[in-house]
């Protein structure tokens, strides 16, 4: 959903002269007292490289790169148009409306140190410099939205991949990341310990999950067993991504009895802020992801990118994203595959309820809505299909903790799940290969 801001437009947006950028980048660069503090060779490379007019592409102050393929790309600051550095300038306007309200502490003032505000797009050799000295990240500029492995890969090594695309002039929310998400939004936030080591966590539980999917691909004996193992890598990322999506991007947490916002996509739209915290239509849930149940929670939530979230989640305090592990992350995400999932808008037994969204629905209804084709929206059609075939097919898990969730789940009447199986004939497809698999199958219902 894109709705269109009713602010008036500003008079104008002016960036400062390409010459007191590069003085200001001096400054920047030859400050000694900062925790992650610059070399002077490093420095002089990383100065010559802005002065020479080169656009910014991947930070170079740690000694440490990531391969960006096909999905590099450059920040040329002097091709940003007077429009660019406008609809900025209003999305920082705007965010001063809502972000004193609902915006967590840590990001008003991470935001304060990095200088992000003022009426003209950052400049990344700049922001880049200042995000490093404080938080050891760095930026990595890529062209589009990459693929969730690549984004991960990024975070393992601390950069954080940002795009060179301002939302059009009054935009309040894009489904696709942009400047305004990428630095208003996110940027801030890395001054919060917990955060910026549960994002290089998610970057460590990719790298855990590309290994394990090498290892088996080395084992692996026919094409349908590589495809299999290729899909479930897919599927393990997923999973990891609502870890990420719940907090990260759509993140509450509970400061001073208030809830405030810490995720990026929430901060980063100034209608989402207000709606996150105020709106009686979402669900919010407070969740201690040091509780296995509630991670399972998380990593079992389908959403869509469409629209305003349906169910926010909030944490107590960020101490307990200490417990996201990768390790941990891993062996949740490698669970949440053989458990049935949720859609966005349901509340499961076993929920800390703060609200109960206009919205939201039982989790036995997205079978009925199903099966009576009344389904609202694709997240709700598409896990009560994975869910039934699941029952349909009998749910194998074997750790206490994944029975324990599966148990906390409202009983499916067996009938409906007959009724399910009765409009998913589907007819056996034949492999390919000479393996034993199972045959695939395909069905009408989609
Ligand atoms: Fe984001």
């Known amino acids: 959903m894109k709705t269109k801001s009713k602010m008036p437009a500003l008079q104008s947006a002016q960036p400062s002269s390409r ?18 503090p610059i070399d002077a060779d490093t420095a ?41 550095h406008l609809s900025w300038a209003r999305l920082i306007e705007e965010q001063q409306s809502t972000k004193h309200r609902f915006a967590c502490e840590e990001y008003l003032a991470g935001e304060k140190l990095f200088e992000i505000g003022g009426n003209a797009i950052p400049d990344y050799y700049l922001l880049n410099a200042r995000i490093y000295q404080q938080t050891g990240w760095q930026l990595a500029t890529v062209s589009k939205i990459i693929p969730a492995e690549v984004f991960f890969h990024c975070h393992s090594h601390k950069f954080f991949p940002v795009t060179t695309f301002m939302r059009p002039l009054g935009t309040d929310y894009l489904e696709e990341p942009d400047i305004g998400h990428d630095i208003a939004g996110h940027v801030a936030t890395f001054t919060i310990p917990q955060v910026a080591q549960v994002m290089n966590n998610h970057g460590l539980a990719n790298d855990l999950i590309h290994h394990e999917k090498e290892a088996k691909l080395k ?35 509970l400061q001073n009895n208030k809830l405030k916002a810490f995720g990026a ?5 100034p209608g989402e802020s207000k709606f996150s915290v105020d709106s009686l239509e979402s669900n919010r849930i407070l969740i201690d992801l040091r509780d296995d149940r509630d991670l399972l929670r998380l990593a079992t939530t389908d959403y869509l990118i469409s629209e305003y979230q349906k169910t926010y989640f909030v944490l107590r305090d960020f101490d307990a994203l200490d417990s996201l592990t ?17 859609t966005w808008r349901e509340l499961v037994p076993g929920d ?19 099966l009576a084709d ?11 299909i994975r869910n039934l075939r699941m029952y349909a097919n009998g749910i194998a898990t074997n750790r206490s903790r994944d029975v324990a969730f599966l148990k906390e789940l409202p009983t499916v009447p067996s009938k409906l799940i007959a009724e399910f199986c009765r409009v998913d ?14 045959p695939h199958k395909t069905t009408d219902l989609r």
């Open 19 to 36: 010459s007191s950028r590069l003085k200001m980048l001096k400054e920047i660069l030859g400050n000694p007292k900062t925790p992650y």
């Open 44 to 84: 002089r490379r990383y100065y010559a490289q802005a002065e020479s007019g080169k656009g910014f592409g991947i930070g170079s102050l740690s000694g440490e790169t990531v391969d960006l393929a096909e999905y590099v790309n450059v920040q040329d600051y002097e091709s940003l148009s007077p429009d660019d």
């Open 219 to 253: 084992l692996a004996k026919s094409a349908c067993e590589r495809d299999a193992i290729l899909k479930e890598a897919t599927e393990l990322l997923l999973y990891a991504g609502r870890l990420y999506w719940f907090t990260v991007e759509f993140g509450l947490v």
């Open 265 to 269: 996509g929430i901060l980063s739209s």
């Open 326 to 342: 990768p390790e941990r992350i891993l062996s949740t995400v490698h669970a949440a595959k053989n458990l049935p999932h949720h």
């Open 352 to 370: 800390t309820v703060l609200n109960v969204g206009a919205t939201m629905m039982s989790s036995l209804e997205k079978y009925y809505r199903l």
């Open 374 to 384: 009344q389904d609202s929206d694709p997240c709700i059609r598409r896990t009560a």
């Open 425 to 438: 004939q589907g007819r056996d497809v034949k492999c390919g290969c000479d393996c034993k698999r199972t």
